[in-house]
C-alpha cells in the first residue's frame, strides 16, 4: 500500500511538473501572442500626444488616425490636426507580413505632393515626442531575442516580463523588458536601455479598454528618465470595425485630407 | 487708390472671418515678417510683411479653398494676390476642382521638369519658400482614380507667363546688347481664347515597390522668346560707307511647346532614389547665326533630374543632378549644348524638433557658380517660429547664380501660424 502510494505521489508530482513545463511559455511564444492579439479589422481614433519638457513646459500634437488590415498588409494613414505649423500634413505607412521594408508617404501642404520617404530612420523620434517610430509601429517578432525573466505582479494584475534583445548590434536600444498581463496578453509597462546598457525610458500604460471585444491602449505615458521629459498619448473616440473604406489609404486622401 | 481698395478688401476680410467661422468655414494662415540686409553694402534687400489667409470648408460631396495673401514691401507698398481661389466636387471615382488653383507635379525638389502647369513667380528670383514660388492657375481639373492610380486632366483656358523681377528689383538684370535696343511688347500677350489654351495629362500611382508618372502638355513657353530684328545703318566716315548695328528691335513673344515626360521615385535598402525627365518640343534659342531669322532657332530639349534621399545618422541628406540638354546642337547657340546643375540639402533635427539646421544649395556646374542657403529655425512655441538664414551667391558673375554676387544677404524671417 505504501509503495503504491509513494508511486502514484512520484507520478503526480512527475505529471505536473511535465504539465507546468508544457504550460510554461517561452518569452517568444508570449510576445507573439501579444503580436498576434486581435486588433479588429480596422480601427479610427483620435491621437492626443501631450509633449512636456524638463521645465515642465508642455507642447500639445493632434492627429486622426486610420488603420486597416489587408491581409498581408496593415496600412495606416495619419492626418496631422495640430499645432497649426502642421495642419494638414498626413503621413500614410503600409507594412507587410513577410520582411518587407514597410512603404512611407508624407504629404507636405506647403509642398503639394506626397513624398515617398524612407522606412529606414525607424529610430528618429515621431514629432518631436519621446516615442520613435518603431515604438509606435509593429516589431518584427523575430527582429529580436525574447527571453522570459520572470513573473511577478504589478498593479494587481500577473503579468510575464520578458526580455528582448536585439538582433541588430546597431539597434537604438540594446534591451527592452516587457510587463505583459497574463490574462490579455497586453503589454502594460516596458523598460528602453541605451547602447550603453541604461535605462533610457520608461512606458507605462494607464488605461486599456475593451472596445468591441477588441483590448485597446488608450492611455499611455513615456518618460525619458536620462533626459527628464516625457509624452502622454492618449486616444479618443476610438472605433473598431466600423468599415473603413480602402480607398482611405490612397494617394488621394492624403491629399484631400479630413 | 490701389492701395486704398486692397486695404479694404483685407479689412473685409479680416472682418468678415468671424462670421465666415460661425458658417462651419475654418480660417488658419500665418503673419509673418521677413527682413534681409545686402552683405555688400548694408542695405535692407527686403523688407516685408505678409498676412496668409486660407479659407475652407470641406463636404463629403463638395468642397472650397480661398487663399489671399497681403505682402506689404517696405512701409507703403501693398501687394494682395488671391494665390487660390476654387471648388472642388467630389463623386465615387473622380474629383473635379474649378478656378484658381496651383499644380504641382514631378518627383524633383526645387527644380522644375515636369512641374509645368503653375508658372513660377520669380520676383525674388528663386528664394521665395517653394509653396509661394508658383502662381495659380485658373483652370479646370479632373482626377479619376483606379486602384493606387489617378488620371489627372487639365485645362487652362487662359494661359499666364512667368513673373518676372520689375526693373527696380535688386533681382532685375540687365540684359547686354551690343547696340541700343527697344522693346515691342504688342506680342507679348496671349490672347485668351479656346485655341490658345493650355492642356495636361497626367497618369500616376503609388505602389508598394515604385511610385511613378507620365505626363503629356500642349502649352506655352512660360518665358517669352526675344525676337531680334537688326537695323543697320552705314558709316559713312569710311570709304567704301560700312554697315554697322545701328539698333535692335526686341519683341518677346511666347510660343506653343508640346512637352511629354514623367518621373518615379522608390526605395532601395533605406535609399530613396528619384528620377524626372521631360522631353520639350517648340522651344526657341537664342542664336549668333546672322542668318538666322529674328536671332532665334527651334530646337527640342531634354530636361532632366535623377536625385537620391538618404540619412547618415540623424542627419536628413539629398542631392540631386540637373541636365538640360539641346538635341541637334548647333554651335552657334548662345546657350551650351549641356547645361548641368546639382543641388544638395542637408537637415538636422534637434531638441526635440524645435531647432532644425539647414543647408540648400544650387550648384552650377557649367560656371561653376552657387547658391548657398543656410538657415536655423527655432520653434519658439507651437506655431511660432523665428528663422535666420542668409543666402550667399558666389562664383562666376556671369553663371545663373553668381550674377546676384551683390545680392548675399542675411536675413531674419518671424512666422505665427493659425
Known sequence: ?258 | MKTKLTVFIIILLLWGSGYIQAQGVEVSGFARTYEGVLVDNGNFGIVQQTLNLNFEKKGNKVAFKANPMLYMYNSDSLDLRMREIYMDMYFKNFDLRLGKQQVVWGKADGVFITDIVSPLNLSEFLLADFDEIRTGVISAKLDYYIGNGTIEAIWIPQFTPTIRPASNSIWYVQPDFPAPAKFDWSKDKVTPSLENSEAFLKYSTITSNVDFSVMAGYTWDDNPTMHVQKIFGRDTSTMPPKPYLKSLIITPQHHRLAVGGGSFSTEIKGLIFRGEAAYYHGKYFQTKDPKAIDAIVQKDYLNYVIGLDFSVGEVKMSTQFIQKYILDYDSQLIDDEAQNMATFLLRYDMMRETLHLQLFSYIGLNKGDALIRPKITYDYEDGFSILLGSNIFVGDKEGMFGQYYNNSMVYCKIKYSF
Open chain 1, 1 to 258: 500500500m505504501k509503495t503504491v502510494t509513494i508511486r502514484l505521489i512520484v507520478m503526480a508530482v512527475f505529471l505536473t511538473a511535465a504539465i507546468g513545463v508544457k504550460a510554461q511559455l517561452t518569452g517568444r511564444e508570449i510576445i507573439k501572442k501579444v503580436y498576434d492579439r486581435p486588433t479588429g479589422n480596422d480601427q479610427t481614433s483620435i491621437l492626443t500626444m501631450t509633449l512636456t519638457n524638463s521645465s515642465g513646459q508642455t507642447r500639445i500634437r493632434k492627429i486622426k488616425q486610420f488603420t486597416k488590415d489587408f491581409g498581408k498588409v496593415e496600412k495606416k494613414i495619419m492626418f496631422f490636426m495640430s499645432p497649426a505649423d502642421v495642419r494638414n500634413t498626413s503621413f500614410m505607412n503600409w507594412s507587410y507580413d513577410n520582411d518587407n521594408a514597410d512603404d512611407q508617404w508624407i504629404y507636405l501642404p506647403a509642398l503639394k505632393k506626397v513624398k515617398r520617404i524612407s522606412s529606414d530612420s525607424k529610430s528618429d523620434y515621431f514629432m518631436g515626442s519621446d516615442f520613435t517610430y518603431d515604438d509606435l509601429g509593429d516589431r518584427k517578432l523575430d527582429a529580436d531575442v525574447h527571453k522570459l525573466l520572470r513573473e511577478e505582479t504589478l498593479n494587481g494584475n500577473p503579468c510575464y516580463v520578458v526580455e528582448s534583445v536585439s538582433k541588430d548590434k546597431d539597434y537604438m536600444y540594446s534591451k527592452t523588458i516587457t510587463w505583459i498581463r497574463k490574462d490579455s496578453f497586453v503589454g502594460v509597462k516596458k523598460e528602453f536601455y541605451d547602447e550603453d546598457g541604461e535605462l533610457l525610458k520608461i512606458l507605462e500604460i494607464k488605461k486599456v479598454a475593451n472596445i468591441s471585444g477588441i483590448w485597446v491602449i488608450e492611455h499611455s505615458l513615456m518618460k525619458n528618465v536620462q533626459r527628464n521629459h516625457s509624452t502622454d498619448i492618449s486616444l479618443s473616440d476610438v472605433k473598431i470595425n466600423s468599415g473603413v473604406n480602402a480607398s482611405m489609404f490612397t494617394e488621394r486622401m492624403m491629399m484631400r485630407g479630413l
